[in-house]
């Protein structure tokens, strides 16, 4: 059910945290007809507050649209939302035949590929589309798209990930190699953050100037993506989440179980593991993931920047 008037297609977007709301923005902002949906009452106020239309239920979306965005947590929210309890009561008995679902949640690649099947059955058509970019690309809708599915999911995808994304990559025409693209990139995600914490926490424990060494690092071979955005929330003090702590728990747990599906020792990433599992541990599970240094800093007597420190402004 396309929006009459310009032939695109009507998007409901399910999960509107910082992710979803920027890719709802920005697919209304390049003309598309975009329904918002979450169970958060706030969520949904700031979107209509901007113009945009919202249900609290994502059965609510199978009239009004023809294609899908999960943002969702993980695949537990994916499976509720799409099939319900188990009793014909989730979203995919309810689409049109023909409906797209774009699932863009971290997923395992065995339940991307069980997705498709499933959703294939019920004559729906899916793009496994995991995401990366953090919610500053999602609101400018200049996010990379990790995607794989068949040339009609793609076909009929093409304006939305034309709104959301800067970078789109086809990976395959079925579903799974997206999400296993997007493990890929959240082992190195999970490392380079886990990494670049343990070398500030070295670094200061040796009495190094944060920011100096801030300086030096981000001009040297040692620099990293994830160093040089993550360390900033280090030496301001600010752990408000981007991504939180949890969300690594989560992503290298999965990567965790898929090496061990392929019997694949991954000795670097279960060590990521293990600190955000310790920080998750005190209580630090909601805060941004860069907030894992502050394992070292109780573990290992490193004197953290404070958010009122003046060094830190």
Not at 152 to 169: E, I, N, R, Y
Not at 262 to 283: D, N
Request: aromatic share 4%.
């Amino acid at each position: 059910m396309s929006d009459a008037s310009s032939g695109l297609p009507v998007c409901g977007v399910v999960g509107l945290g910082a992710m979803g709301m920027g890719i709802a923005r920005s697919l209304k902002r390049a003309g598309l007809e975009v329904v918002g949906c979450d169970v958060s009452a706030a969520s949904r106020k700031t979107f209509e507050d901007e113009g945009g239309q919202c249900v609290a239920e994502a059965s609510a979306l199978a009239p009004r649209c023809d294609v899908i965005l999960l943002v969702v947590v993980n695949a537990d929210q994916v499976m509720s939302v799409l099939f319900g309890d188990g009793k014909d009561d989730g979203l995919a008995t309810q689409l049109a035949a023909g409906s797209l679902v774009i699932q863009c949640a971290t997923v395992a690649p065995s339940v991307a590929e069980t997705l498709g099947q499933r959703l294939d059955q019920a004559g729906l058509l899916m793009l496994d589309a995991p995401i990366s970019g953090g919610a500053a690309k999602a609101a400018t809708g200049e996010l990379s798209v990790m995607a794989s599915g068949t040339p009609q999911a793609f076909a009929k995808a093409a304006p939305v990930l034309d709104a959301m994304a800067a970078t789109v990559h086809h990976l395959g025409d079925v579903p799974g190699p997206g999400s296993s693209v997007k493990l890929v990139n959240q082992h190195l995600a999970g490392v380079h953050i886990a990494a670049a914490a343990e070398a500030m926490a070295l670094g200061l424990r040796m009495g190094i100037d944060g920011r100096a060494l801030y300086r030096v690092i981000t001009q040297s071979a040692g620099n990293s993506w994830m160093f040089e955005n993550r360390v900033p929330h280090i030496l301001d003090g600010d752990y408000r989440p981007l991504s939180a702590v949890d969300i690594f728990v989560k992503d290298l747990n999965i990567v965790h179980d898929t090496g061990r599906e392929l019997r694949l020792a991954m000795p670097v990433a279960s060590s990521a593991l293990q600190q955000f599992t310790a920080a998750s541990g005190m209580g630090l599970g909601r805060e941004d993931d860069s907030a894992v240094v502050k394992v070292y800093a109780a573990t290992g007597g490193v004197a953290l920047p404070a958010a009122n420190d003046e060094s830190a402004q």
